[in-house]
């Protein structure tokens, strides 16, 4: 089955850097790939995802880019704010059986951005 | 639109016993999946149902069942509780879960502690 790998575990970035998360998967079938942020007591939230015909998408300061061949991709948060430090977490999964509703998710990213 | 729902929020249960958590969707939205939170394992997948079959399955043990029912709410059981089922259980439920469009919205989730 799919296995998603993601890093770095925690990052600490200063308020206006940018920060990098990244994941890898292992099954090539796998065609959708959603970021999450969860803040500290709250559900999970979708940010921004990305479909496996797409190499880049952006929204305002983030951004998500998809390399299939290597399988892994990446989010890029710019210019940093402390609002948003959560935790991150890249998922993937495969339109088996016409469903997607089975997300893998890596074991998450916590961003800490210093006003 | 509501959100999704799921209740209890707070469950405590000794070992051997078992729970019963529920889900109730967003209007109109007819798939369903559970996930189990922990520190150490990040997010998991559980099951996913659709128009009351499950269509997709992870990794659990027999002891971890659920259902879904004609009005889309879905429920989850955990017999024969173990001290490693402590955890935060999050629903998600999204349109169809078919189409990559179909974001998954996630619940609050339901936190079980087992004594």
């Known amino acids: 089955g799919e296995n998603v790998e993601q890093h770095p575990s925690t990052l600490s970035v200063q308020e206006g850097d940018s920060a990098v998360i990244k994941c890898t998967y292992s099954?090539?079938?796998?065609?959708?790939f959603p970021w999450y942020k969860q803040e500290l007591g709250k559900r999970p939230q979708l940010i921004i995802d990305?479909?496996?015909?797409?190499g880049e998408k952006k929204d305002q300061r983030i951004a998500v880019t998809l390399n299939k061949t290597a399988k892994h991709f990446s989010l890029h948060i710019t210019e940093t704010q402390p609002e948003d430090s959560a935790v991150y977490f890249c998922?993937?999964?495969?339109?088996?059986?016409?469903?997607?509703?089975?997300?893998?998710f890596g074991k998450g990213t916590k961003l800490s951005v210093k006003p | 639109k509501a959100g999704v729902t799921q209740t209890p929020r707070y469950l405590i249960k000794t070992r051997g016993q078992q729970v019963t958590l529920s889900c109730s969707p967003i209007?109109?939205?007819?798939?369903v999946s559970w996930y189990q939170q922990t520190p150490g394992q990040g997010l998991q997948f559980l099951f996913e149902?659709?128009?009351?079959?499950?269509?997709n399955k992870g990794n659990f043990p027999g002891r971890f069942s659920g259902r879904q029912f004609s009005n889309s709410r879905s429920e989850m059981n955990v017999s024969t509780l173990e001290l490693g089922d402590s955890a935060l259980y999050l629903c998600?439920?999204?349109?169809?879960?078919?189409?990559?469009?179909?974001?998954?919205?996630f619940g609050p989730g339901t936190r079980l502690t087992v004594l």
């Open positions: 998922a993937a999964t495969t339109n088996y059986g016409g469903s997607q509703g089975n997300l893998i």
């Open positions: 209007s109109g939205h007819r798939s």
């Open positions: 990305i479909r496996s015909n797409v």
């Open positions: 149902y659709f128009s009351e079959t499950q269509r």
């Open positions: 099954d090539s079938a796998s065609n959708y």
């Open positions: 998600a439920s999204s349109l169809d879960g078919k189409s990559s469009y179909n974001e998954q919205f």
